[in-house]
């Protein structure tokens, strides 16, 4: 599993609104799946609503979000 970073925007009413996300996921249309699915889910934005910009592999260490924190955790 790897931690990418996307960064972006969806249609939100008549505005676009802007987004920066860290998940981890298999490969990058893994990754793509897992914004498009929770975009989708939480704002009620269609996929041809959601634009991603940039999506990059980032080391799990540069990253605050509880998602990577959590799966890559030393126990």
Known sequence: M???RAVGFF??????QDFS???V???EDGAREKI???FGSRHGAKRREITIQS???IDPS???APV????????
Not at 68 to 75: A, D, M, P, T, Y
């Open 2 to 4: 790897k931690v990418y």
């Open 11 to 16: 249609r939100q009413g008549k505005t676009n």
């Open 21 to 23: 996300m860290d998940l």
């Open 25 to 27: 996921a298999p490969d």
């Open 36 to 38: 498009m699915s929770n």
């Open 55 to 57: 999506l990059e592999t």
């Open 62 to 64: 540069e990253s605050s």
């Open 68 to 75: 990577v924190l959590s799966h890559f955790r030393n126990n």
